[in-house]
């Protein structure tokens, strides 16, 4: 297998020479050296053409950066194999992928095209074993060892909610007292689903999240899709009461993996 983005790293900054005594430093000289251009380089413009390539090669790596996406599966750490077919057979792309275990159960991905990177970003939430993927851009100082996850887009419920609600920007609105909405599920707006309504939104993980909201003075309970681990005492994320404690302590990330590994 070929990661053609492990290469991929700024260039270091160039430093000129240190002069061994500063007081004696040759100004004249070294004006005189970044003038002189040979015949050769005026004509052929050699100089002029290394540099583009530079910054052609700059670009380059640059548009591959950009295809390159870190996954991480919460609360649930996958095996090389079944993360790759578990992926492709969530996203169906048109081109294929390149998966490398980085550690601490994230990936990286780099996609053949802007297109299958642009759809894996904009029609999620994907989910694998009933458990969200989140899906961020790649940096050059990404450190697998301390990233955090500190959001997910996730689905809620708001069961029996009235009828009279059921309208998008109602919806949307309710969506924005829980988190960042995402999205209206449409077939909650045909009313197909019947029971409650489902929004898409992405919740701060590093707060406790909204347990109910209130509509017109009356309350509904808030429920959340694939969020299995919710402390019932303090509402975090990632742990249950027994292992309660103050939230600004808990590592988010660390808590997602205590449980089952590799399958
Ligand atoms: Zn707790």
Same mark, same amino acid.
């Given at each position: 297998m070929v990661f053609t983005f492990t290469s991929v790293r700024p260039p270091p900054p160039q430093k000129p020479p240190e002069p061994p005594d500063d007081q004696h430093r040759d100004y004249s000289r070294s004006n005189e050296d970044t003038i002189k251009v040979s015949?050769? *380089?005026? /004509? %052929?413009? !050699? @100089?002029?053409? =290394? /540099? @583009?390539?530079? &910054? *052609?090669?700059? =670009? #380059? #790596?640059? =548009? +591959?950066?950009?295809?390159?996406? &870190? /996954? +991480?599966? %919460?609360?649930? #750490?996958?095996?090389?194999? !079944?993360? @790759? #077919? +578990?992926?492709?057979?969530?996203?169906k792309l048109m081109g294929g992928i390149e998966l490398m275990d980085v550690g601490n159960a994230f990936y990286m991905v780099k996609f053949d095209g802007e297109e299958d990177k642009n759809k894996v970003i904009n029609e999620g939430p994907w989910m694998i074993y009933d458990r969200y993927l989140t899906v961020r851009q790649w940096t050059p100082n990404f450190n697998a060892s301390t990233a955090k996850i500190d959001k997910t887009m996730a689905w809620i419920r708001i069961p029996s909610l009235n009828l009279v609600f059921y309208d998008e920007s109602v919806l949307w609105a309710i969506a924005s007292m829980v988190g960042n909405p995402i999205k209206v599920d449409l077939q909650t707006l045909k009313v197909a689903r019947g029971r409650f309504a489902r929004m898409c939104v992405e919740v701060d993980l590093t707060k406790p999240v909204v347990g109910r909201v209130g509509i017109n003075g009356e309350w509904y309970q808030v429920q959340y899709e694939g969020l299995h681990i919710i402390c019932t005492h303090c509402g975090c994320y990632g742990h249950l009461m027994k292992d309660c404690a103050p939230p600004t302590k808990q590592s988010v990330t660390d808590v997602h993996d205590s449980g089952r590994k590799n399958e």
């Open positions: 015949f050769r *380089d005026k /004509v %052929l413009g !050699t @100089k002029m053409h =290394a /540099v @583009k390539e530079k &910054v *052609d090669l700059i =670009a #380059n #790596n640059m =548009a +591959k950066i950009e295809l390159v996406q &870190v /996954v +991480k599966l %919460l609360g649930k #750490n996958l095996g090389y194999n !079944t993360m @790759k #077919n +578990k992926l492709e057979n969530i996203w």
